[in-house]
């Protein structure tokens, strides 16, 4: 009998809350409404009035609505995407331009130090790991100790990748990497997985490369902290593309026959330098195109007659400029032999003197690529008389005919890979 008589005093307070509250509404509309009847000339403290009424209701619009739109994300993060449309449409009925004026608060970054937690194993995710190979390694290492680089994602049949010695894997990316130095395929591969990552970075392949550009000038990594930082920032040249400069000028030609007008041409050529990791260089001066001309470089066993080969070397002045010196002449032609004489056959006769073209080029970058840019220092010619074994030194003024000459990436110059690194 007792709780009964506490239900109904308890149902009659909320009846007498609600009453309390439909009388402060209609209350709040009576004002609201005396003031809309009175007239604009009535009094000045009448504008001021319904501008702060006005005010408060774009205010308690506004709360409503970010309300009613939070609510929607809510709902449409949790698949409830039907709740979260007419949640939608009732904030954006309030509030046409809502979602502009909403600040989304993140959520509390979960405790770091509880990483064995399931929901704190994100906690790295949107940050920026200092040694992200530590990372990994520790991430893939098991329980017994040993690393698992990989797995298959779906069930197959076939052997996986992953079922290979660690050996076997190493060898692969050496191919990848192959004896053109192909670096940037092997950064890519490292964006397969986490185990790919790990082989990527291997000090042996890093150094192996490093040793194939400097040679003995590389025994060790100071100033660089890692064999990768070496390769990747220490000038050198570069060999997956080729270097390529433009020289225009406008040359007088012969007067006319009427002596009336004088021509002039407009003369165009380039220059072409190909460089590889054994120290050899081609270098071509020729005034056809480079969609022409680079597909022709891809090979050191080039046809082409102009091309002239030879070496090349890097050298680090005390000035902490990198130079590369360059020096190349017309190959060799090959003896023939006795059966492919005849009359039918024209040789040319055996040259009297020996040229060779000494280069010297600073090393630098422009733009966003790095170690892009060779400017001329040097250009002479040296001629050697098989006669006498005279030698005769020509030097070439470098001036602004002399234009730098800029690398130029070509895809096909490491489509293949011939031997491993």
Not at 260 to 280: I, K, M, S, T
Not at 395 to 402: G, I
Request: hydrophobic share 35%.
């Amino acid at each position: 009998m007792a709780e009964s008589n506490q239900n109904t005093v308890e149902e009659g307070e909320d009846e007498n809350t609600e009453d309390s509250n439909l009388q402060l509404e209609l209350s709040a509309f009576r004002a609201k409404w005396m003031s809309e009847l009175q007239p604009s000339s009535g009094g000045k403290k009448s504008v001021p009035k319904t501008a702060e009424l006005k005010r408060r209701q774009e205010i308690a619009n506004e709360e409503k609505a970010r309300e009613l739109f939070l609510k929607a994300v809510e709902e449409e993060q949790n698949g409830a995407v039907y709740e979260a449309i007419k949640y939608y449409k009732s904030a954006m009925h309030l509030v046409p331009d809502i979602e502009f004026k909403i600040n989304y608060s993140r959520s509390p970054d979960p405790d770091p130090k509880n990483l064995n937690d399931p929901e704190n194993k994100l906690y790295f995710k949107d940050r920026e790991i200092d040694d992200l190979l530590t990372y990994f390694q520790q991430q893939l290492t098991l329980g017994d100790g040993t690393m698992k680089l990989c797995e298959p994602d779906t069930d197959t049949t076939q052997v996986h990748i992953s079922a290979l010695p660690f050996e076997v894997l190493m060898y692969i990316f050496r191919w990848v990497v192959s004896c053109d130095l192909d670096l940037r395929a092997l950064e890519q591969l490292s964006l397969v997985c986490r185990g790919f990552y790990i082989c990527a970075r291997d000090p042996e392949i890093w150094r192996s490369a490093c040793l194939r550009v400097w040679g003995r000038n590389c025994t060790k990594t100071l100033p660089f902290s890692s064999w990768r930082e070496m390769f990747l920032e220490r000038p050198r040249v570069r060999f997956d593309g080729v270097y390529i400069s433009k020289t225009s000028y406008i040359r007088q030609g012969e007067e006319s026959l009427d002596g009336f007008y004088r021509a002039w041409h407009q003369v165009e050529y380039y220059r072409y330098l190909r460089f590889f990791p054994d120290g050899q260089v081609m270098m071509l001066t020729t005034p056809e195109d480079p969609l022409v001309t680079v597909p022709r470089l891809r090979s050191k066993n080039s046809r082409v007659d102009s091309i002239m080969f030879g070496h090349y070397r890097l050298s680090q002045d005390t000035d902490n400029q990198t130079k590369v010196y360059v020096v190349v002449s017309k190959r060799k032609e090959e003896k023939v032999a006795e059966y492919q004489r005849s009359r039918f056959c024209r040789r040319n006769p055996a040259p009297e003197a020996e040229r060779a073209f000494h280069v010297g080029l600073q090393l630098s970058s422009g733009g966003r690529q790095r170690f892009n840019k060779l400017v001329w220092i040097h250009h002479s010619c040296q001629i050697t008389y098989r006669s006498t074994g005279e030698t005769v030194v020509t030097a070439f003024d470098v001036d602004k005919m002399y234009t730098p000459l800029f690398f130029a990436r070509v895809k096909s110059y490491t489509a293949f890979s011939e031997r491993p690194l």
